[in-house]
């Protein structure tokens, strides 16, 4: 067994960050702490929280922790931030308003950046995700940047997704139509103290009307209002009966069943595209690629060339 994965299983906290940077910077010992970690995974209540920009997502998440800590749950959160794009790195807003919890042992927080994923969340969130659980964290939020078509992928990885919206978020049918109504097991109406909450109460009622009306499971509505610290209990306890309902119909052992299968295909895509770009870096593909920035010769025919040839080499 790799030692940060002995030392981690042991509860060491700087064994945890340094696994979760050999994560980000694809180490070339990542693999072996993931293969490793993998059986002692699977415990920890994943949530995912996503929402527009500006509705209070970050607010909700600190006043939600300290709540589970009352609670006596340990929480692991991986905050995704935006990709700076001159350094590559998170912007790091998100742990500036959960620094009240960075000196509690029972809390591990670490903002990612999206780095470009397609889907908001990049395949190292999963795997530091993984390695929290293994830490031994009760509970782990993952908190997305925004919600759009891109944000669907959390359904990949959280057993219970909330969105959070708020009066003065804008127009609730177009977010809707982002696809928010796949995503979302519960919604929470953040800032419910001020004017049009009871109009985008309302409005996200019809929608489930419209969208969900046959589902098993109905999405609740919480209000809350994260200022005065209203409404963070109600959240955890739908959050609850979401997983208790999961659990008993059989959806929880489903959805992990999925969420795994996905990310085997993941895995596939990752290694196929490094494979692809170390090959065409190379010195074989050096004077080809000159070729192609020439136009001399199409990129098509260049790329089912060194397709055909990675799949005679394996």
């Known amino acids: 067994m790799h030692t940060l994965v002995e030392r981690i299983l042991a509860g060491d906290r700087r064994a945890v960050a340094r696994a979760i940077s050999y994560i980000e910077d694809d180490h070339p010992e990542k693999k072996e ?19 527009s920009p500006g509705a209070g997502k970050s607010s909700f998440v600190d006043k939600l922790i300290g709540y589970l800590r009352k609670q006596s749950l340990t929480v692991g959160i991986i ?24 000196l509690d042992e029972g809390v591990f927080i670490r903002s990612m950046g999206t780095r470009g994923s397609l889907g908001g969340l990049a395949r190292s969130t999963k795997e530091a995700v993984r390695i929290l659980d293994a830490y031994g964290k009760d509970v782990i939020i993952i908190e997305t940047v925004g919600v759009g078509q891109s944000e ?11 969105v959070v919206l708020n009066p003065g978020g804008g127009d609730t049918v177009q977010a809707f139509k982002a696809g928010i109504m796949e995503i979302a097991d519960l919604f929470i109406l953040n800032k419910a103290d001020l004017p049009g909450t009871e109009k985008l109460f309302r409005e996200v009622e019809q ?11 109905r999405p609740p509505i919480v209000k809350t209002i994260t200022l005065q610290n209203k409404g963070i209990a109600e959240a955890w306890q739908a959050f609850l009966d979401h997983n208790e309902y999961l659990k008993e119909s059989g959806e929880w052992e489903k959805r992990r069943a999925s969420h795994l299968k996905e990310e085997v295909a993941e895995i596939v895509e990752h290694e196929v595209h490094r494979l692809v770009v170390t090959n065409l870096r190379g010195e074989a ?27 005679k080499e394996k």
């Not at 794009?85 to 500036?96: C, E, H, K, Q």
């Not at 992928?153 to 997704?161: E, G, L, P, R, Y």
């Not at 690629?289 to 799949?311: G, H, K, T």
């Open 152 to 162: 669907l992928d959390i359904m990949n990885i959280a057993d219970s997704t909330a």
């Open 79 to 102: 905050a995704v931030d935006p990709t700076s794009p001159f350094t590559g790195g998170a912007i790091l807003g998100d742990r500036i308003r959960m620094q009240d919890h960075f």
């Open 33 to 51: 702490i993931l293969q490793d970690v993998f059986p002692y995974t699977g415990k920890a209540f994943l949530v995912g929280i996503t929402g």
């Open 207 to 217: 929608m489930l009307d419209l969208v969900k009306h046959n589902a098993p499971w």
């Open 285 to 311: 593909y050096k004077e080809t690629m000159e070729q192609v920035a020439r136009r001399e010769v199409n990129p098509y025919e260049v790329a089912d060339r060194l397709l055909r040839q990675l799949v």
